[in-house]
């Protein structure tokens, strides 16, 4: 075993550091202790042996008695008779171990020794400082009274209110309040001297980082001057601020100092700083009658200064490193734990030139819906770590929403290293409980330039271009591959969604109404969405549909749409009466949960009976949730509406699904029925779907009835309500009134 080996194992026992450190410290920390003289006896303006024996406590716990006990008895009480030396080192055990027990059952014991934590004031100075300091004058006070310390025989009979009392209980107070932390930096830095590079560290990351060197040199030198003023033996020739005013105009250099240095700084600064105050407290404060009160309010000025200046330090460096967290914290994705979108976007602006690789797993997405959101968040994380290999170290790993991830690069021979980086990932292995996954990982890249204005346009129209990489099994260059029409494409649809979204709020959308005929005379109207642009022209809904689709708005425009119809229904039941509207639904409001009750909802209030409405859901588009979808449809039924299955033959539409839908009505494509006059083949499909609707017990509805041939031919199949320009075309909803009111006049 190595000597500092065991220097570490022995040195925290009672016959080593715990029973030397007090013999060496006291002589030296008596030097700091400041007495003046009151009315021919001596008061104290700052004692700091009891601060270093509570420190002593803190530090070493039980195994510092025995050497407090022996520094006690060779460097205060050696010449003292032996009762009255005993009662003196009880004077100081006494409150040092009720202080030191008050403070551990008060605190948890990760911060026991924590000095400038701000929620541990109130404890530090209850127990440290108030708690130790008052115990032990009152102890001393009532030891002089029973003659338990005979050279102390003077203070008998004092009144605990007296001047005397007063200043002697504050330079127990500040010599508490400011010796412990200084005691302890001490009694650590013997224990273990390389403690001094953590707090050198410590002291830096509490500077506030704003500070230049302008500004510190100003500082130290107001501190320099105000002390040089305050130290100046007095003479004839002396001025104001060779008084204790001198000693209020250190305060605001002091607050300076702590709101810029902090904590640390300030307790190593100001600790010194009010001692060498106090001990030539003399040279500013000279004796004149009124002395005594002045000794009081100068110690009381001690007192006070130390807890702003402490305080206002503790303050300040909380506040900045929570400031400083919260800027680590907004760079810093809490749920995956890696830089985010806001990083990579200062990480370009710091950098000339980067090149930006776009990393696309869209299994990820089907994985995440099987094994979980945690599957998602590791995989991120352990791919992240496992290309960290190949990166230098000013470059990163940036977490992106869903299943995407980017990475930036410096611009020193990217190629090759796109093709490390390729050739890293594809030696990638996932695994999640046991199971060894490795889903395809489509790379685009393209270099950039700082400062990047449109990172989100950029990042999409790399997303494209790495769609482009699993399929072509290497990395893709968006530079190669058409950028400026990819980027004019998604300006577009951006441009697209900004109309809708204002369209919604300022009700440009228009509703028209096609008349749907029934064979058996009974007919109702679908309900047509146009949007009107800036220029009064009307934009069809395979412009903005598919648009409000890909960025979420479709459920909007489908209750928009909803309470509309309702409105009218309800403003014309005189004009219109029996009035049925069928509205179009879109998949994601079909497998919104909420969307029947909104239904439910908007016909109360309305007061619309639900046979009224017919609700039809396209078959063009994916469903994402189908079992949802059916069960929406199934409120909507047994609310009393129809449910309608629109462009059946396209799309997302079977026989299989026909097989599995309940719905009442089917809306066979006009691609079907345009042609059963001219195509035999289109004429037999048509037919076996009605064929199907009829065992479904479902009414068939022809779309692209254009001509009374198609007509006919509808009929013929058993076809039940009839829809196209061949009934009828699409006219404005309010149009419908009129209509109405000119069929009456003419009847």
Same mark, same amino acid.
């Given at each position: ?273 009010? %001692? ?396 079907? %029925? ?14 076996? %779907? ?24 509808? %009929? ?32």
């Amino acid at each position: 075993m190595s000597l500092y080996t065991r220097y570490k194992k022995y040195r925290d026992k009672w016959w080593a550091l715990p029973l030397f450190i007090p013999v060496l410290l006291l002589p030296v920390i008596n030097i700091a202790n400041t007495f003046a003289s009151l009315d021919g006896r001596d008061v104290a303006l700052y004692y700091l042996p009891l601060a270093l024996m509570l420190s002593l406590m803190l530090f070493f716990g039980w195994a510092a008695l025995p050497g407090m006990i022996i520094a006690l008895w060779l460097h205060i009480t050696r010449h003292m008779p032996p009762l009255e030396s005993v009662g003196v080192i009880f004077n100081f055990l006494i409150p040092i171990i009720l202080s030191w027990g008050g403070y551990r059952a008060c605190v948890p014991r990760r911060y026991m020794v924590s000095h400038g934590t701000v929620r541990l004031m109130a404890q530090r100075v209850f127990w440290q400082m108030f708690f130790p300091a008052t115990l032990f004058l009152v102890l001393f006070q009532f030891s002089v009274y029973l003659g338990l310390q005979t050279s102390r025989l003077e203070m008998e009979g004092v009144s605990p209110l007296s001047l005397r009392t007063i200043i002697n209980y504050q330079a127990l107070l500040v010599g508490c309040f400011t010796g412990v932390p200084l005691c302890y930096l001490l009694i650590r830095l013997i224990r273990h001297p390389r403690h001094i590079r953590s707090y050198v560290s410590q002291l830096r990351r509490q500077i506030d980082p704003k500070i230049r060197w302008p500004e510190g040199i100003v500082w130290w030198v107001a501190l320099i001057a105000l002390l040089l003023m305050l130290l100046r033996p007095m003479s004839d020739n002396s001025s104001i601020f060779s008084t204790n005013y001198t000693l209020s105009l250190l305060l605001p250099v002091m607050l300076w100092g702590s709101m810029r240095f902090g904590y640390r700084f300030m307790s190593l600064i100001w600790t010194p700083v009010l %001692i060498v105050a106090i001990h030539f407290h003399y040279r500013y404060l000279p004796v004149y009658p009124g002395y005594s009160n002045q000794l009081a309010i100068t110690s009381s000025s001690y007192l006070v200064f130390s807890f702003i200046v402490v305080y206002m330090a503790m303050l300040s460096t909380r506040q900045r490193l929570i400031h400083q967290r919260a800027r680590r914290m907004a760079y810093l994705d809490p749920v995956v734990h890696m830089p985010n979108l806001r990083a990579l976007s200062r990480a370009l602006t710091t950098t000339p030139w980067s090149v930006l690789c776009f990393l696309r797993v869209p299994e990820l997405e089907v994985l995440g819906r099987h094994y979980g959101v945690m599957m998602r968040i590791q995989y991120k994380q352990k791919i992240a770590e496992w290309l960290k290999d190949v990166l230098l170290a000013d470059e990163d790993v940036y977490q992106l929403s869903g299943h995407d991830v980017v990475v930036r690069l410096n611009t020193e021979g990217y190629q090759r290293r796109i093709d490390e980086l390729d050739a890293r990932v594809k030696q990638f292995r996932f695994n999640w409980d046991g199971i060894p996954l490795q889903p395809p990982v489509g790379i685009s890249y393209c270099y950039v330039r700082s400062p990047v204005t449109h990172l989100s346009l950029l990042l999409g129209e790399l997303s494209t271009i790495a769609d482009l990489s699993l399929s072509t099994s290497h990395p893709e260059s968006l530079q190669r591959r058409g950028a400026m029409h990819l980027q004019q494409g998604l300006k577009d649809k951006v441009a697209m969604m900004n109309q809708i979204q204002q369209a919604l709020e300022r009700n440009l959308f228009r509703l028209f109404a096609q008349p749907i005929v029934g064979v058996r005379g009974d007919s109702y109207y679908e309900i047509l969405l146009r949007m009107e642009n800036a220029d009064g022209q009307y934009i069809g809904p395979d412009a903005f549909l598919p648009v409000a689709q890909e960025f979420g708005l479709s459920s909007r425009i489908d209750l928009w749409v909803l309470e509309k119809a309702l409105d009218f229904i309800n403003r014309n039941r005189v004009a219109l009466p029996g009035l049925r509207f069928s509205l179009n639904i879109t998949p994601s409001t079909a497998c919104g949960a909420g969307f029947p009750d909104a239904v439910i909802n908007l016909l109360g209030k309305y007061a619309i009976e639900p046979w009224q409405l017919i609700f039809e859901l396209t078959e063009r588009q994916p469903v994402p949730h189908p079992e949802q979808a059916r069960q929406t449809m199934r409120y909507l039924q047994q609310m009393g509406c129809r449910v309608a299955i629109d462009d059946f033959g396209t799309g997302y539409a079977s026989y299989t699904r026909l097989k599995d839908v309940d719905a009442d009505m089917l809306k066979i494509d006009g691609s079907f %029925i345009r042609n059963i006059v001219s195509s035999s083949l289109d004429y037999q499909i048509v037919a076996s %779907i009605c064929q199907l609707a009829r065992m479904k017990k479902m009414l068939v509805v022809a779309e692209f009835v254009e001509n009374d041939e198609i007509r006919d031919a509808a %009929i013929s199949l058993g076809i039940d309500y009839l829809q196209g320009y061949g009934i009828g075309k699409p006219d404005r909803l309010e149009d419908l009134v009129a209509s109405a009111q000119e069929q009456a006049e003419v009847a």
